[in-house]
């Protein structure tokens, strides 16, 4: 028999209850568009889980969603969690070969896509193919697979119900069943597919949602992938516990495109990667210092410094609409030179860590504590424990590892990979390593795989000069190689930074002016490194490189030191 405590661990009782609380109140919809209230969101749901049912969908089945961000997304997920399916979301950005491998390990028994998507789902064999809903209406001519309009499907669904005048009969479902299954897209190659039950989803939202006070009604804009358990737990099911309002941006977050969404949204909170602050930064904030020479000289101290970024924040402020109380920044480390100007400039951010194997957070503020520090992924978040493992005595640096209802049931179908990070007393090994401070902040030194050893023995942490490489204008980005026992940077630049400021030059003297760039870039890292761990040489990549859902850089694409492309 299923208990009280354990219903209200489920997808199932975050809707029921947010429908019973906020019901008139909006709930979530595209920007600059109306929303559905809690009740239409809440009757979705209910009526697409009973056309699933009708159409044999059954607990355990898989549903997969490969689609941008929309109402309807979240509607399907609550669905096929009212039945107990699992929900299998597939980032967009992911390659056809890719699609096609989840969709065949998984047999899913229908799948929710968009016209941007719809052609990787072309190809899959004939025993494969499964009803396709296009959740943006797309309606194809291609006869290839079976294809309906989000808009047909749901009207169908709505008739089921007006032509059998009953009752929904859905089964029961647990805090312990398996509610989604979400393949990684890591920074270090071979992709797992992470099992996710109700209670490591709903017990990460309800302790989010504890790290600041909330008032019903206020707006999340949405910015990330919803196929990725940050933006899902702290984007979606945060705001639904707390009976606000989702706005999907569903469009790239450029500057220009953010900025008009928030003039007229007007959000409380946003969940962003750091790369979003990062190009604001050096795109809004570097340049205004910069051309001015007294705004540079005041800069460098530190009274001075504090009041400029002070006004800069609060325009800043305005360009987030004026209403900004949360940006949650999560998904990679956030550079050490940007966070301290949004510290200096009063602006309301808090990072956090975590990973999808823990549905996905371990530490993160709370808002408001003092004794967080900078360049620290703040505290443990309520329910869960970290430990640092095998720390280093001179330094503190060790693995660090999560405990809570939050950490994964396990890899699918991999029980050698599962025991390899997952104790059997339930502390996951995250691969990634850190310490704790005297207050209690947990502090990110970068993934255990990436350290690279010298022939010296020398632990080098490639983030760090990373960051460095980073704060230069004239770089989108970089990382830091181990080739033939010496340090290689790779730099992909801002070509645009680049034409300004060779304007005139010939295509010769253009070359010859990035080459000076990134020897000065050499010379002035090296100044700043230890002899043994000096970068010997600097290239230019001149193609972006391959990244994972959150920006971050798929490193195992580009190990053993090859001169990019």
Known sequence: MVTASEIR???????????????????????????????????????????????????GDRVAILAENSPGWGNVYFAAARLGAVVVPILPDLPENDVHHILNEMQVK???????????????????????????????????????????????ATALIQEGQQQFQFPDVDQ????????????????????????????????????????????????????HTYEFTCGFLLPLIAGCRIAYAGKSPTPAILQKLCQYEKPFAIFAVPLILEKIYKKRVVPQIEKSRMLTLICKIGIGRRLIYRKIGRKLL??????????????????????????????????????????????????????????????????VQIKIVDPSPETGIG?????????????????????????????????????????????????????????????VYPEAIEHKINTYNWVLEGIVVESNGHLEAWIYPDYEVIDEASAGKNRAEKREYIDLLLENMRK????????????????????????????????????GGTIPA
């Open 9 to 59: 661990m489920t997808l199932n009782y975050i809707l029921d209850s947010s429908k019973a609380k906020y019901g008139d109140l909006p709930a979530i919809g595209m920007a600059l568009e109306k929303p559905l209230s809690y009740n239409e969101f809440h009757s979705r749901a209910l009526v697409l889980a009973n056309r699933l049912q009708a159409e044999g969908l059954q607990k």
């Open 110 to 156: 229908i799948v929710f896509t968009t016209q941007r998507q719809i052609e990787k789902v072309y190809e899959l064999k004939k025993d494969l193919q499964v009803p396709v809903v296009t959740l943006d209406d797309y309606a194809t001519e291609i006869g290839v697979v079976r294809v309906m309009t989000y808009s047909q499907y749901l009207a169908g």
């Open 176 to 227: 312990d069943d398996l509610a989604a299954i979400l393949y990684t897209s890591g920074t270090s190659g071979y992709s797992k597919a992470v099992m996710l039950s109700h209670r490591n989803l709903t017990s990460n939202a309800y302790s989010a949602s504890g790290l600041m006070a909330i008032q019903p009604g206020s707006v999340f804009l949405s910015v990330l992938p919803m196929s």
């Open 318 to 383: 305005d360009f987030f609409g004026g209403n900004l109380k949360l940006m949650g920044i999560g998904g990679a480390a956030l550079n050490p030179e940007v966070e301290h100007f949004l510290a200096d400039a009063g602006f309301p951010y808090l990072i956090g860590y975590g990973l999808t194997e823990c549905s996905p957070l371990l530490s993160g503020g709370p808002a408001g504590d003092p004794s967080i520090t900078i360049g620290s992924a703040g505290k443990p978040i309520p329910g």
């Open 399 to 459: 693995e660090i590892h999560g405990c809570g209802p939050n950490v994964m049931m396990g890899y699918y179908n991999d029980r050698e990979a599962t025991s390899e990070v997952l104790s059997p007393d339930g502390w996951l090994a995250t691969g990634d390593l850190g310490f704790i401070d005297a207050q209690g902040n947990l502090h990110i030194c970068g993934r255990s795989k990436n350290v690279i050893v010298l022939p010296n023995g020398e632990n």
């Open 524 to 559: 002035e890292l090296n100044s700043q490194l230890s002899t043994a761990s000096r970068i010997s040489k600097v290239y230019e990549r001149r193609e972006p490189f391959i990244k994972t859902a959150t920006h971050k850089i798929k490193r195992y694409l580009y190990d």
